[in-house]
């Protein structure tokens, strides 16, 4: 059994900074690509960003130069600090981890963004 616990998430005003963290436990064998999603009320759960167990990331248009990804291998664990954030980064974030072919999901944190 594979659990993904997120949390970092809060309320925060347009121009500041949270960090999530996603800490992947349980039998993980082949813990390959990790990644963040989101999703906003009403509309389609879209990439964030995404590493690879080599660090190689990819992240979406609209959050580049503002938001990083990173992971500790050794913990099994995923980072997304996001910096200077608008309101449109208002969502659910969803970290997201494959192990082996199988994806996995977290329960979602909660990100607010005031202006």
């Known amino acids: 059994q594979v659990q993904l616990v997120e949390s970092g998430g809060g309320l925060v005003q347009a121009g500041g900074s949270l960090r999530l963290s996603c800490a992947a436990s349980?039998?993980?064998?082949?813990?390959?690509?990790m990644g963040w999603y989101r999703q906003a009320p009403g509309k389609q759960r879209e990439l964030v960003a995404a590493?690879?167990?080599?660090?190689?990331?990819n992240y979406a248009d609209s959050v580049k130069g503002r938001f990083t990804i990173s992971r500790d291998s050794a913990k099994n664990t995923v980072y997304l600090q996001m910096n200077s954030l608008k309101p449109e980064d208002t969502a659910v974030y969803y970290c997201?981890?494959?192990?082996?072919?199988?994806?996995?999901w977290g329960q979602g944190t909660q990100v607010t963004v005031s202006s």
């Open positions: 997201n981890a494959q192990i082996a072919i199988i994806p996995y």
């Open positions: 349980g039998t993980i064998f082949n813990l390959n690509n």
């Open positions: 590493i690879t167990r080599g660090g190689s990331t």
